[in-house]
């Protein structure tokens, strides 16, 4: 439904007012175990969520350049219970067309700028279904199908809300030669919907809440720009950009509780990521949630050496050539306890960059993309840089300079060394720089002369590089980290990734 | 204009009317589940279930309670006396971190959940139909478990938290109990599922034997203990004889040779409580527990025992058929027919992976078996043990029975009473312990025996005896940790260290 009004030349308004009825049914069986044996037909589930929206926006231009708009969504869903089924989410933007300003206007050198500013809710209900109630599932027993209860309801879960300012400009200089933006932000995101990981004593491993406030806050550059505009011969193209982003907890609704940070015993509120395995490698979360802090910072024992033989004040259990773990309370022993933070898994920035070249027939592309600041716990390198036993394999480097009486090693533990193994953290050890800067595509291109052709319009030969080269310090196969991506608790993780495939194509691109 | 915006507010009005946003889920809930027959037998079937997943019954729990018994090592993560299992549970030095115990914490808390909620979404009632009465039996199997359960948490790691309501968000913390109060609850627990257990609902669920059987172990189990353990002061071996008479003679003995083959072990009259395996709902024994290609599948053989263990049942019963139907110490493999033998078939024990007898009675007794899923049921209950109890807790009581019960077991294996039992109460005592460990190796119980009559028994019939064993060696065994703080009980889950704020070592 729309409704417009224009008052006179200056003034004009725009109201709109929508409404949706969204029904989803998802499908779901109850599966046979065994492919051998169906014990029971199988049974459709119909899980249906549904949601009302009522959106109403009004938007009023001043002058064809001050554009004000402000808009009011109200969603309803079934997800929640009566009294939290609805979340209201308003938003206000003003936007500034200064090029369309008398001073600019005919500006040479600026072809355009745009001051854009904004405030904003938006609300997030994106949960499986029925989460609100108890629910009995399907399970096995002998031959007869069992029922439990397979969750605990949370009858208090609601809307996730994230409030956004953000400020931006946009701008082109010289007929649009140059163009770019820059844009601050920030936001908060209230009653996040987590799946927080919970006592096991209450019988469940994890409780669907609305649990904490997140913040962040960031930059974020483009620029790009034509360098070379030689018309029909050369041409070079250049553009990038960079985001910087901080996050922090902002509140949780843990109680405060004993966690070593730079050495010192504080009391502050947290809870720990997921284990990452179920074996006996990496049983432990990697990551912590502390409020006032980075999100997921890695947790585990900072490390400092390897046990020599003329140490006196070896840990309870350690030998030389053990790896020295910093025993952080001082009580003797090496456990939980001593667990600090050992890394950070958020970047400082990322950035991308393309530069673009034609010659004549000729053209060149490369793509470049890169991530700096930030830590990797390389989950892999447990098993391959501690000689744990004689049935695993470890790098060439572990073995060979592995520490002995004669070989004091201060970096590569004894042969036998066993600690990680069932361990109740995670060492420094592990943890690795995870900058890397990425040449993730390369094409060159010719453009084949075909002006004597009656059968082609156009035929372009080209080979094209994807993954060629990556330069980093991490030893993993790659540091675009891929386990877990799923997964909000677990931040930063590499754990039995995959290499990232590098190909190069052929191809001849033709036209009729 | 005015009409349109009308017809809009009306539109609206109507749509939020009528929509009322409200779930119906296709699952069942507790409100429903508890209020037909069939359903709460289902039920029932579900909190069974919770008993035979991985962490519990199924695998994990039968490896800690083996290996923290002090009577075995394992294979598990290699062939070596440093696996992370053998120098931490099998030394008797487990870690809040140690695989078996975090599993079995998880799975023994998940299944007093299903418990819970059945204890909590239905009351017992005066029954006049079957249906009523099928719905107290199945309230009675929930508190059965639920006692059951808290025994077996109680006897691990001491004090726990003692959960007897569904969790909901605002109770996910709580504290540890002191271990006097989660025996009074499991003794109240008992009671009712004395109570309420009616058998209607069958179907391979235990009688309400089962539950006198629990409250004479729970009984025993105090008699030895701290009186800081003991909820009320009181004469707990004659309790526990009151408990354990009433199941004398309501079961009896069978092939002990039988109880661990396949075709022959199910639903026989020595099982009080049995826990289903099929192919669909799997117990993991065949899997982990059936020596290295002993058949044709690709199994584990995880559990070993000490040699100190097998050499003194040997010594003690040197003809015993238990032997054999318990160990195993060579065998065809398999996959390329070569022989393997192990101690005590070949002695040299020049590795770790022929230095022990392995356990047989688990895991497929068939070599031509090929299938890692099993339909051989587990008994976590068998009538032997139970005359077994009442030997010892004659014994205690000198009451003159002690030496019949005891000559039941050993007569259908072909064996008698050795000249210890004839020798007074303090060497009959000594005997009836170990035989325990004779009949009931790794099946579940060890780890409670050697512990239950206190430190100084499990120190100088367990510990000590292996770790001074004349043919002890350091390759290949593990040496048994002796510090009283960290044999008796377990570490808590690190898990449950990190995430209940109540809850800190």
Known sequence: MLYSTTYDVRHKLFTRAEFTDFSTFQFGYTDPSFAANTPFPLQKRRFKEELISFLGRGTYTLKDRYVFTGTLRVDGSSKFTEGNKYGYFPSFAFAWQAKKENFLKNSYVVSNLKLRAGWGQVGNQGIQPYQTSSNYNNTIYGEDIAFFVSNIGNKDLTWETTSQTNLGVDFGFFKNRFTGSIDVYEKETKDLLQILQIPESTGFSSLLVNGGSIENRGL????SGVLIDNKKDFNVELSGNIAFNRSKITNLENS????IINGEQQQRSFYFGDNISSSNYFNSPANVFIEGEEIGLFIGYETDGIWQSDDTD????????????????????????????????????VYGANL??????????????????????????????????EFTNITPETYFNAWSPDNPSNIHPRIGYDFPNGSEAIEDRIIEDGSFLRINNITLGYDIPIENSNLFSQANIYVSGINLFTFTNYSGYNPEITSFLWNGNILGVDWSGAPNVSSVLLGLNINF | MKLQILLFLLLITLVFTSCSLEEEPPYLSNANVYSSAETASAAVDGMYRGLIEYGYYGNQFMVLNHLSSGFGVTRRGG?????????????????????????????????????????????????????????????????????FNYFNLVRLWGEVPLRTAPALKETINLAKSPISDIYAQIIADAKLAQKYMNGNIGNGTPQKYAADMLLAKVYMTLAT???????????????????????????????????????????????????KSSLT?????????????????????????????????????PDDPRIDATYISTWTRQNNGTTQNCYPVNASRSFFGNSFPYILKLGSQDPTNVARETTKNFKVYRYSDLLLMLSEISNELQNGQQLGYVTEVLDRVGQTPGAEYSNGQASFREAIMREYEFELMAEGHASFNNRRRGYAYFLNN???????????????????????DIVMFLPISQNEIDRNELVTE
Not at chain 2, 465 to 482: K, R, S
């Open chain 1, 220 to 223: 974020e550059f483009a620029l």
């Open chain 1, 256 to 259: 405060p509780a004993s966690i």
């Open chain 1, 314 to 349: 070896l840990p309870t259990g350690f030998e030389p050539g053990d790896v020295r773990i910093v025993d952080q309370n001082e009580d003797g022993i090496i456990n939980a306890e001593d667990r600090t933070i050992i890394g950070n898994p958020n970047p400082d920035f």
């Open chain 1, 356 to 389: 673009s070249v034609n010659y004549k027939s000729w053209s060149l592309s490369v793509l470049i993309n890169g991530v700096y600041g930030n830590d990797i716990a390389n989950g892999t390198s447990i098993r391959l840089t501690n000689p744990i036993g």
């Open chain 2, 79 to 147: 062939t070596r006396n440093n696996t992370a299992d053998n120098s931490t549970l099998s030394s008797l030095k487990p870690t809040s971190n140690s695989l078996q115990l975090k599993n079995s914490w998880r799975a023994i808390y998940n299944a007093i959940a299903r418990n819970n909620d059945a204890i909590a979404s239905i009351d017992p009632m005066k029954p006049v139909s079957l249906d009523e009465l099928v719905i107290n039996d199945a309230i009675g199997h929930a508190y059965f478990l639920r006692a």
């Open chain 2, 225 to 275: 203990a701290p009186s800081s353990h003991q909820p009320e002061s009181g004469d707990y071996w004659q309790l526990a004889y009151e408990e354990a008479i009433k199941v004398y003679g309501i079961y009896s003995l069978i092939n002990y040779g039988d109880l661990f083959k396949k075709e022959t072990s199910n639903n026989t009259s020595e099982s009080i409580f049995e826990l």
């Open chain 2, 281 to 317: 709902a799997t117990l993991d024994h065949t899997r982990a527990f059936t020596p290295n290609w002993y058949t044709g599948a690709n199994t584990f053989g995880w559990l070993l025992a000490n040699i100190s263990v097998y050499n003194r049942h040997r010594a003690a019963y």
């Open chain 2, 462 to 484: 367990v510990i000590l005896p292996h770790n001074n064993d004349p043919l002890f060696d350091p390759n290949v065994d593990v040496t048994l940790e002796t510090t009283e």
